[in-house]
C-alpha cells in the first residue's frame, strides 16, 4: 500500500541515472591521458594508477587536500563548540528577542556567498588572517553555526526536562550537568551536527577559494585553477574528484537515517 | 513544550552571536558603506548616495539590465528545477523500498550526490557531457543530436537543468520518505478497508501527511537554486555568452573581476533583501510546524 505500480523499476532507473555520471569520473580516473582522448572506453583497458600516484606525491596537489581538511575541522569544532550552549539556551528557555536571534541564525544560513566574497576578503585581509585556514573556517562559521544551532536544538529538545530537573536536584552544577549528562544523551545528535559542518565547509568553493591564494588553497580552488592554466589533464582532475567523494562516501552509511534531517536543519 | 523565561539564557547564546555577528554583521556593514559610494581606486571614495541603486533597479542601463537579465535567468531556472524536482522527487520516495537491506541501500546512493563538493559536481558533469570524451555528449551526438554545451545555448541550458536535478533531487525525495514513512500503517489498513484506489489514498493520506516536508523541500530548493553559483560556473562559466550566468556569477563578476565596489555592493543587497523576505515565509512554516512536531521525534 505504502509504494507505487513498477517502483522497482523506477527505483532502478533513478539510481542508475545517479551512479552513472559518478562512475564515468571514477573511469576515467583510471585510464591514461591517451586512452580518454583517442578512444570511447566504457571501462579502462589499461588500467593506470599514475593520476593517483601524482597526487600523493606531488606537493602542490596533496597540500590542497590537507588544505581543505585543516579549515573544515577547524569550523566544525568551533561550530559544535558555541553552537552547543546556545542549542540548549534556545530549547529550554525564553528570552528578550529569542526568535528574532533564532530568524537571524537561518537567514545568515541562507545568506548568498557571493554577496560575502569582496567583504570577507576585505575583512580577513585587514587583521592579517588572509591565506590562512582561520580565515575560511571563520568565514564559514557563517552558515555551520546556525546550522549546527538549528540541528542540535532539534536534538536537546528531544530529552526530556525532567532529566535536567533532576540532575539540578541532585546537585549537579550546570557545566557538570551540561558535560557529564546533556552531552553524552545528545551524543548522536552531535555527531549528526558535526557531520553536516564538515560537509557543507567541505563541498563550499566560493569563499574558500576567495579567501586564499597561496597557502591555505583549498584542493576545490587548486582544481579549478589547474583546469584553466595548463590545457586539459581530465585524467588527473577526475582523480583529483574521485579522491575528494571520498570522505563523504565514507561517512555516509552511520548518517544515512539523519540525511533528510541535517539538510531540513533539523526540522523533519 | 512549555520554556521558563529565563534572561541568563543569554550567556549561552553569546558566543553564537559573537561569531555570527563577526562573520555577518561587520561584513554586511562594509557591504552598506560600499553602496552608497564610488570609487576610482587608490582608495580615494566619493559619495554617491542612492545613485547605485537607481542605476540598478533601471533596465536601460548597463548595470540594470545585466541584473535584471540575471535575475530573469535565475527565477527561470528555479522554476524548471522545482517543476521537475518535486514531482521526480515524490514519485523516487514512493518508489523506495519497504524494507530489508535495499532501503539502506537505496538511501546510501542517493544521498550520494548531496554529499560531493560542488566543484566536482560541475567537473563530474563537465566531463559527461562533452562530445568527445563524456558518455552523455558522445551518446546524444552518436544518435544524431548536435549536443554541445560549450557552444550552444539550449545544450548549455539543458546541461545545467539536468546537473541540478541529478543533484539535488535526492534531496527532495529523502525529504518526502521522511514523511511518508512518519504514517502509521493503520491509515493504510483503513484505507484498504474502505477500498480506496492507489490515486485515493496518495491523495488522502500520503500527500496531506507530506506537505510539511514538501514545503520545507521547496523552500529549500528555490533557496538554494537562488543561489547558485559553483556548478553552473565550473560546467558553463556563464556562457555560451552570457546565456547561463544566474545572479551569483554576475554579482561575482562585478565585485572580484571588475572590483566594482560600489556596483556590487548595491546588487549585494538588493539580491539579500529577496533572499531575506523568502527566508522569513520559510521561517514561518518552519517554526509553526515545530510547534505540531510531536515531542518523540525529537529523540535521537
Given amino acids: ?268 | 513544550m512549555d520554556k521558563t523565561i529565563n534572561q541568563k539564557a543569554w550567556f549561552l547564546v553569546l558566543p553564537v552571536f559573537l561569531v555570527v555577528a563577526f562573520s555577518a554583521v561587520l561584513p554586511l556593514m562594509t557591504v552598506v558603506n560600499y553602496s552608497m559610494q564610488d570609487t576610482f581606486g587608490n582608495n580615494q571614495f566619493f559619495w554617491n548616495g542612492v545613485g547605485w541603486f537607481k542605476e540598478l533597479l533601471d533596465p536601460s542601463t548597463d548595470l540594470g539590465g545585466r541584473f535584471l537579465a540575471s535575475l530573469g535567468r535565475n527565477l527561470f531556472f528555479s522554476a524548471v528545477i522545482l517543476a521537475i524536482e518535486v514531482p521526480l522527487g515524490i514519485v523516487v520516495a514512493l518508489s523506495m523500498p519497504r524494507e530489508g537491506w535495499s532501503v539502506a541501500a537505496c538511501l546510501v546512493i542517493l544521498a550520494l550526490p548531496l554529499l560531493i563538493p560542488w566543484n566536482v559536481v560541475g567537473t563530474i558533469w563537465q566531463i559527461f557531457g562533452r562530445p568527445d570524451i563524456g558518455l552523455l555528449g558522445y551518446v546524444l551526438n552518436h544518435l544524431g543530436f548536435n549536443y554541445n554545451y560549450v557552444s550552444n545555448d539550449v545544450d548549455a541550458w539543458v546541461t545545467v537543468i539536468v546537473m541540478d536535478v541529478w543533484h539535488w533531487t535526492s534531496l527532495v525525495a529523502l525529504l518526502c520518505y521522511a514523511g511518508l514513512k512518519s504514517i502509521p500503517d493503520a491509515y493504510y489498513q483503513a484505507a484498504q478497508i474502505d477500498g480506496a484506489s492507489r490515486w485515493a489514498v496518495f491523495k488522502a493520506i500520503q500527500l496531506p501527511k507530506m506537505n510539511r516536508v514538501l514545503l520545507i523541500a521547496v523552500l529549500l530548493r528555490f533557496m538554494d537554486s537562488f543561489m547558485i553559483y559553483t556548478e553552473p560556473f565550473v560546467v558553463t562559466g556563464g556562457g555560451p555568452g552570457n546565456s547561463t550566468t544566474f545572479v551569483s556569477i554576475e554579482l561575482v563578476k562585478i565585485a572580484l573581476g571588475q572590483f566594482d565596489l560600489g556596483k556590487a555592493a548595491a546588487l549585494s543587497l538588493v539580491y539579500n533583501l529577496i533572499i531575506l523576505i523568502v527566508c522569513w515565509v520559510f521561517y514561518t512554516v518552519m517554526t509553526n510546524a515545530g510547534s505540531e512536531r510531536p515531542v518523540k521525534e525529537g529523540a535521537a
Avoid at chain 1, 528578550?96 to 560575502?116: C, E, I, Q, T
Avoid at chain 1, 590562512?132 to 555551520?144: D, R
Avoid at chain 1, 577526475?238 to 544515512?256: D, K, N
Wanted: glycine residues 6%; aromatic residues 16%.
Fill in chain 1, 1 to 268: 500500500m505504502h509504494s507505487i505500480p513498477g517502483r522497482r523499476l523506477i527505483m532502478a532507473l533513478f539510481l542508475i541515472f545517479l551512479l552513472l555520471p559518478i562512475y564515468w569520473l571514477v573511469n576515467m580516473s583510471f585510464k591514461t591521458n591517451a586512452e580518454i582522448v583517442s578512444t570511447m572506453t566504457l571501462w579502462p583497458h589499461t588500467p593506470t594508477l599514475q593520476h593517483y600516484r601524482r597526487i600523493f606525491t606531488d606537493e602542490s596537489w596533496y597540500s590542497g587536500y590537507i588544505n581543505s581538511l585543516e579549515y573544515v575541522v577547524i569550523n566544525t569544532v568551533i561550530s559544535i563548540a558555541v553552537a552547543l550552549p546556545a542549542a540548549y539556551a534556545f530549547s529550554r528557555y525564553r528570552f528578550l528577542g529569542d526568535k528574532h536571534l533564532f530568524f537571524w541564525l537561518l537567514s545568515n544560513r541562507m545568506a548568498p556567498a557571493a554577496v560575502y566574497a569582496l567583504p570577507f576578503f576585505n575583512l580577513y585581509s585587514a587583521i592579517g588572517l588572509f591565506d590562512t585556514p582561520w580565515a575560511v573556517a571563520l568565514a564559514h562559521c557563517i552558515f555551520n553555526v546556525p546550522l549546527a544551532v538549528w540541528i542540535l536544538e532539534g536534538f536537546v529538545s528531544g530529552v526530556p526536562r525532567e532529566i535536567d530537573e533532576t540532575a539540578f536536584l541532585d546537585g549537579y552544577s550546570f557545566p557538570r550537568f551540561f558535560i557529564k549528562i546533556l552531552v553524552p544523551l545528545i551524543a548522536s545528535g552531535i555527531g549528526v551536527a558535526a557531520f553536516f559542518c564538515f560537509m557543507f565547509s567541505w563541498v563550499e568553493l566560493l569563499l574558500a577559494r576567495t579567501l586564499t591564494s597561496v597557502q591555505a588553497k583549498p584542493i576545490a580552488a587548486i582544481m579549478t585553477r589547474t583546469v584553466s592554466a595548463a590545457g586539459m589533464d581530465w585524467g588527473l582532475l577526475a582523480a583529483a574528484g574521485v579522491l575528494t567523494i571520498i570522505p563523504g562516501a565514507l561517512v555516509i552509511w552511520f548518517v544515512r537515517n539523519y540525511i533528510a534531517r541535517g539538510f531540513a536543519l533539523g526540522r523533519v
